[in-house]
């Protein structure tokens, strides 16, 4: 299973980017995909999540953390096994390392680190301002 994050780099504040993370080994499709950050001498904390396709109801499958929502975009392309996230309106306090992650097969999302069966290496974000 390898999962490769891309699309970091260093930007100002106010700008946008957007990251992607291509997964191999593992029926990308029906893992919900998640993005979690880490930034110096803090926890690794969730930042977006997007469910699988075997997980029905109402809404997009979309979940974000406070900080980003109606900043980022979470959003998945099951036939490139690819997740994105779309950055926009950055801040410093969005500098961190950003991590991809896939959870349970249920396809659910969570927030909790502990719940990811895979990981990538991550890619740094800094924003200055």
């Known amino acids: 299973v390898q999962l490769q994050a891309s699309g970091g780099g260093l930007v100002q504040a106010g700008d946008s980017l957007r990251l992607s993370c291509a997964a191999s080994?593992?029926?990308?499709?029906?893992?919900?995909m998640h993005w979690f950050r880490q930034a110096p001498g803090k926890e690794r904390e969730f930042v977006a999540g997007?469910?699988?396709?075997?997980?029905?109801?109402?809404?997009?499958?979309?979940t974000y953390a406070d900080s980003v929502k109606g900043r980022f975009t979470i959003s998945r392309d099951n036939a490139k096994s690819t997740v994105y996230l779309q950055m926009n309106s950055v801040k410093g306090e969005d500098t961190a390392v950003y991590f991809c992650?896939?959870?349970?097969?249920?396809?659910?999302?969570?927030?909790?680190?502990?719940?990811?069966?895979?990981w990538g290496k991550g890619t740094q974000v800094t924003v200055s301002s």
């Open positions: 080994g593992i029926t990308f499709s029906i893992y919900g």
């Open positions: 997007i469910t699988g396709s075997g997980v029905t109801g109402s809404g997009d499958g979309t």
């Open positions: 992650a896939a959870g349970q097969r249920s396809g659910f999302v969570t927030s909790r680190r502990e719940a990811m069966l895979h």
